[in-house]
């Protein structure tokens, strides 16, 4: 990850404010690593804490993914919107929001006595977290100026992002086991206050640009609308059905929401996300292999959880534990597809990384209430983390190459199209687990520990259904790229 975001101001504009100090840079490097390790890892944590919130505030099966999807949808939803935050009002101050505001709501979340107020606090910290991250590409874009240095820089972001999965599932378990799962929450608390802390003392303020162009937040408003009201579609599909007016009235609104969102910003000066960002053969094949990667990856992340904890019987720190060989595929995958980034066809990487994520999620469609980890879950866990490096390098790296004044918004979109499948991953198979696991119930009565195999059913079902879905989107990711012409005799 060590080229991806070389230009990026906050939404592709050039920063010309100076830089802190040589002997600073580093620390200020240190202090925004240090709340981006928090925002990243904030989701795996609530992955293995997830089970205990659902029994002890009582959130019925859709809620229970809204805890991780609202903060997804709030988090890449936003994050195209964070960046132009941070060009209007200033790159230290969206910081220093951006962290107290996540503080604030994980207090909240961490004081829940209910579904509305964990949910509000898990919304709230998506909001923030976007307005946080933006800034923190821009500081290291534009401060670190040299190859080797910005080469470090962003090898340092990369590894914070890399180990942030392992971070947060380890740290998960523990403090749900020995502390209680409100920690999982407050923990962010006093993170928070040490990277703000740095930041104060080593990140120098920008100014304002009053005269820079203006916020699509009309823009902002109709995606993210648009996107919550699809997943409620395919949430509800779990409860009330896929005929259910419910189902169909959100499937339809999100639909409509996000046509006028991509309408408007074929219209506007200022668009949020250019189209030609998009429409571009290899920047939109990238967009699309890691939005479809992680709809397979988070799902089947939350499937596991669910799997280890109330089937297995793993506790929380043993089910965190479980995960780290995940954190272990994704350096190594990640080390081999830098071997390759610059002299391979970018179709040659991504269609393989989405192969290997689907194989994993088919092993899924093996498991039974007893499976053993070694020879069943180990498997899954490593070809999940291998596929998500090698989609996720190559997609970044292309994602800025000659983007020119695009070059920020197309690399923030790609960890806003991360995030989006990630709330429609969850919610979509989901609900096509949880019918399965109905259906299940419903039809073999009397049967020896139902509830177990009928939530495995579940499982089963979702995790081929996800590894077809994989298996076609990287045919599809492979035509619509194309031939590099770089590499065509």
């Not at 179709?347 to 007893?370: C, E, I, N, Y």
């Not at 995030?419 to 299940?440: K, P, V």
Request: charged fraction near 10%; hydrophobic fraction near 50%.
């Amino acid at each position: 990850m060590t080229d991806i975001r070389t230009q990026m101001g906050p939404v592709g504009t050039a920063a010309t404010t100076p830089a802190p100090a040589a002997d600073r840079r580093w620390w200020a490097l240190a202090a925004v690593a240090v709340g981006q390790l928090m925002i990243a890892a904030d989701a795996t944590i609530m992955n293995i804490a997830l089970p205990t919130v659902q029994q002890e505030l009582g959130l019925t099966g859709s809620q229970r993914q809204w805890v991780i999807t609202i903060f997804a949808l709030g988090y890449g939803g936003l994050l195209l919107l964070g960046g132009r935050l941070s060009d209007l009002i200033g790159r230290k101050r969206c910081l220093l929001i951006g962290l107290s505001g996540f503080a604030v709501a994980s207090i909240l979340g961490g004081m829940a006595t209910g579904p509305a107020m964990i949910l509000t606090s898990r919304a709230l910290q998506g909001v923030f977290g976007a307005l946080f991250t933006p800034s923190v590409l821009a500081l290291i874009g534009t401060t670190f100026t040299t190859p080797d240095e910005r080469g470090k820089a962003f090898g340092i972001y990369g590894t914070v992002m890399g180990s942030s999965s392992g971070v947060g599932l380890v740290l998960g378990g523990l403090l749900t086991d020995y502390a209680g799962w409100r920690w999982s929450l407050f923990v962010s608390v006093p993170i928070a206050a040490a990277a703000a802390f740095g930041v104060v003392a080593t990140v120098r303020a920008t100014p304002r640009h009053h005269a820079g162009p203006r916020v699509d937040v009309t823009g902002a408003i109709l995606a993210t609308a648009g996107l919550m009201a699809l997943v409620f579609g395919f949430s509800q599909a779990e409860s009330d059905g896929w005929t259910a007016g419910s189902t169909l009235t959100g499937l339809a609104a999100g639909l409509i929401l996000l046509t006028l969102f991509a309408w408007s910003q074929n219209r506007t000066a200022h668009a949020l996300l250019p189209l030609r960002v998009v429409l571009h053969r290899r920047r939109g094949g990238a967009y699309l292999a890691v939005l479809c990667m992680a709809v397979g990856n988070f799902a089947g992340f939350f499937f596991l959880t669910f799997y280890l904890q109330n089937v297995l019987g793993y506790s929380p720190l043993k089910a965190g534990l479980a995960f780290l060989p995940y954190t272990a595929a994704i350096v190594l995958g990640v080390r081999l597809a830098r071997r390759f980034v610059t002299s391979a066809p970018v179709r040659l990487l991504l269609s393989p990384g989405l192969v290997a994520t689907a194989g994993g999620l088919a092993l899924l469609g093996l498991l039974g209430p007893d499976s053993g980890y070694v020879t069943h879950l180990l498997p899954v866990v490593i070809l999940l983390g291998l596929g998500n490096a090698w989609v996720l390098v190559p997609a970044n790296s292309t994602a800025t190459l000659d983007a020119g004044p695009d070059a920020g918004v197309a690399g923030a979109t790609v960890m806003t199209s991360m995030q989006i499948g990630s709330s429609l991953g969850i919610a979509l198979l989901g609900s096509l687990a949880g019918s399965a696991a109905t259906g299940y119930l419903q039809t073999h009565p009397g049967t020896a520990d139902l509830t177990a195999r009928a939530t495995v059913h579940g499982y089963n079902l979702a995790g081929l259904a996800a590894a077809g879905f994989l298996c076609l989107a990287a045919v599809a990711v492979f035509l619509i790229i194309g031939p590099d012409k770089k590499h065509t005799p």
